[in-house]
């Protein structure tokens, strides 16, 4: 079975920075069009960014200047650098291929918590 893990993430104060990272494995995530996505506490999951199995890149408004996303296909890991973080941001982070594919089973995401 796919298994995802994220990790990188953590208590950071606002303005500062984190760099996820989302490692598959028993799979190839190259031919896939890759995502990052969050959830926070009451809410539904949303997505964050997108990169394409040829790298090019999607982000939604909330984020756009702030996150990029890449991947290493060599590696099977998907990266998410984010920088000027806000106290919204809080929210466990996790990775997943996009539709029209069925998704892979969900890891346990990454915790970022961003607070003064």
């Known amino acids: 079975q796919v298994q995802l893990v994220e990790s990188g993430g953590g208590l950071v104060q606002p303005g500062e920075s984190l760099r996820l990272s989302c490692a598959a494995s028993r799979t190839s995530i190259s031919s896939d069009r890759m995502a990052w996505y969050r959830q926070a506490p009451g809410k539904q999951r949303e997505l964050v960014a997108e990169?394409?199995?040829?790298?090019?890149?999607n982000y939604v408004d909330f984020v756009k200047g702030r996150f990029t996303i890449s991947r290493d296909n060599a590696k099977n890991t998907v990266y998410l650098q984010m920088n000027s973080l806000k106290p919204e941001d809080t929210a466990v982070y996790y990775c997943?291929?996009?539709?029209?594919?069925?998704?892979?089973?969900w890891g346990q995401g990454t915790q970022v918590t961003v607070d003064s």
């Open positions: 990169v394409t199995s040829g790298g090019v890149t």
């Open positions: 997943n291929r996009r539709p029209p594919v069925s998704p892979w089973p």
